[in-house]
């Protein structure tokens, strides 16, 4: 059951050892919908990776509340809604392979599940279908993740995630340091993902095609506050504002509007993808 | 883990900040020795008297060392504990056969604890003003001597020099694994001993293996860079030792005058 996840002038600071950086989020008000599929999108520092852990109860606001699904969390303790939320919510860190440390990847796969109170049979099955949601073959079930390629290991970290069967999916950059093969195949299999068990799912990207392939709504975040909350189409239709927060254009969208200028016709629509593209250039008779 | 304060440096501009390295650790260690002289209270507040004004000089809030003491605070206890309950002397007020609390031992006892506090804010004085990379080359400085007897110092500082270098990168790297745990459901400080020890598997695994990884990087970009361990080199830093530093020695003679006056010969009074 998709859930929608909503931020209520959320203010939170961030501390690491001695360095406290204040505001990390400032007075956040965001309303993600159930089911929609989320970018978030700024520069480094700006946010982006806080406003995830912030929908996970891994910081805690000091001012204002997170509210996802019937679960609130605000200042103070929230020991029960913390463990309601992390059990809805599946949290894909950057670079998850990092985080596999048992010595097999099923083990690997089955602890979240388990944290959570699912029996080991279930944990088992669950272990499978998930693995195979993720392209790998079962046979692997019984190595060692650390015997792993760094493909295969991102697929395993992103598997014990799904095992845990959440509601809401939030990933920060799930691609990143992959060839562009495993990147896309990663993208796709999160995207089929999100329609099959209807997820609610955020994710962080620095890709803006990435935006456009997948995405339906974008958020753009620049000193810890959202600036921009909008669908995909209409948030690629103004470049010059687009240039403002320095954000690029998808591959298509800027070819599009190359063509626009060189012939001076101005094409039906916004294209956000190749196809999107050809199709306007039959429809309007360039090609 | 985020409440580590030994062991980090402060970045800022005091006066104990632009000491010489070299000045700061043999003042520190000086004054370690030098605190075994204390044995009576006049001689307890004047070094107290310098402990706060060596706080005050570095321009740290003097949170930050309270925050240091912390972590170290049940052994300093439970050493003054020992100190209290086996030291014989003076009025009786509990006897409990070989056990006595009596004045003597509570007096002791609070001496003791003193010299802890003042011991680590002291080192912590050192260890927040100097940057970790200046703390070795004065280490490798002042151990050089130690070459003669054959001791690889160079080789010592250089290991020094890159766990430290690491500790940051560790701890955050701690902090991201503990993070990433939760979110899978983990709960830190719960449940039975056995429960939170096995809890601990799950963070410690993956930083070790990072930490190997790491370190097999590091090797590898140190040959390739040309490394060699057994050659005579120089140095990018150089340390300079100046009129201050010079000063802050004497500081510490003055003090040791000063404590041979005030402290009492003999024991008891």
Redesign the interface.
């Known amino acids: 059951m998709a859930m929608q996840i909503s931020f209520d002038s959320v203010t939170a600071d961030y501390q690491i050892g001695p360095i406290r950086s204040p505001r990390v989020l400032d007075s956040i008000d965001l309303l993600l919908p159930a089911g929609s599929f989320t970018a978030v999108i700024g520069h480094t520092g700006s946010g982006k990776s806080s406003l995830l852990k912030a929908m996970n109860g891994l910081i805690i606001p000091y001012d204002g509340k997170v509210t996802i699904g019937q679960t609130t969390i605000k200042a103070g303790k929230n020991k029960k809604a913390l463990r309601a939320i992390r059990q809805k919510v599946g949290m894909v860190f950057q670079f998850p392979e990092s985080q596999l440390f048992a010595e097999t990847v099923e083990k690997d796969i089955c602890f979240g599940p388990l944290n959570f109170g699912v029996s080991l049979v279930e944990a088992k099955s669950i272990a499978r279908v998930v693995l195979k949601q993720v392209g790998l073959e079962p046979s692997i079930l019984s190595k060692s993740p650390l015997s792993l390629s760094g493909g295969q290991k991102r697929r395993v970290a992103i598997a014990g995630i799904l095992a845990m069967q959440p509601d809401i999916l939030v990933l920060d950059e799930p691609g990143a340091g992959l060839d562009p093969i495993g990147k896309r195949e990663i993208l796709q299999m999160i995207t089929a993902w999100h329609k099959e068990k209807k997820l609610t799912t955020v994710i962080v990207t620095h890709d803006m095609d990435d935006v456009a392939l997948y995405a339906d709504d974008v958020v753009v975040m620049e000193h810890g506050q959202v600036v921009k909350h909008d669908k995909v189409r209409s948030f690629f239709t103004d470049v010059n504002q687009l240039n403002e927060w320095h954000v690029d254009v998808p591959q298509a969208r800027s070819l599009q509007l190359q063509i626009e200028q060189e012939t001076g016709i101005k094409l039906p629509g916004v294209c956000l993808t190749l196809p999107e593209l050809a199709d306007a250039l039959i429809e309007v008779g360039i090609v | 883990m985020?409440k580590?304060?030994l062991g980090?440096y402060?970045p800022g501009d005091s006066w104990i900040h632009r000491l010489d390295p070299r000045a700061k650790l043999v003042a520190a260690i000086y004054f370690i020795f030098v605190l075994f002289l204390a044995n009576n209270w006049q001689t307890y507040v004047f070094l107290w008297l310098f402990t706060t004004a060596v706080i005050l000089l570095s321009n740290i809030s003097i949170r930050?060392y309270l925050r240091g003491v912390r972590p170290l605070i049940w052994l300093i206890l439970f050493t003054v504990f020992l100190q209290v309950l086996f030291t014989a002397g003076g009025e009786i007020y509990v006897d409990l056969g070989p056990i006595t609390i009596s004045k003597f031992g509570l007096i002791n006892g609070f001496y003791i604890f003193c010299r802890f506090i003042m011991i680590i804010f002291i080192s912590t004085v050192v260890t927040l003003t100097t940057k970790p990379i200046d703390l070795t080359d004065g280490m490798n400085a002042l151990l050089r001597p130690l070459r003669k007897l054959k001791v690889p110092v160079d080789e010592l500082s250089l290991m020094l020099s890159i766990s430290l270098r690491f500790i940051?990168n560790l701890?955050?790297?701690t902090?991201?694994?503990m993070?990433?745990?939760?979110?899978?459901?983990?709960?830190f400080g719960e449940g039975s001993l056995v429960k939170q020890m096995k809890t601990l598997?799950?963070?410690f695994?993956?930083l070790f293996?990072?930490s190997l990884n790491r370190a097999e990087d590091m090797a590898n970009v140190m040959e390739v860079r040309g490394y060699q361990s057994d050659v005579k080199r120089s140095t990018f830093r150089q340390l300079s030792w100046q009129q201050k530093d010079t000063i802050s020695l004497l500081v510490m003679a003055m003090l040791t005058v000063a404590l041979l006056v005030l402290r009492s010969n003999g024991f008891g009074h």
């Open positions: 985020n580590l304060i980090r402060f930050t940051p701890l955050d790297e902090q991201k694994v993070d990433a745990q939760r979110a899978r459901g983990t709960e598997v799950p963070i695994l993956p293996v990072s």
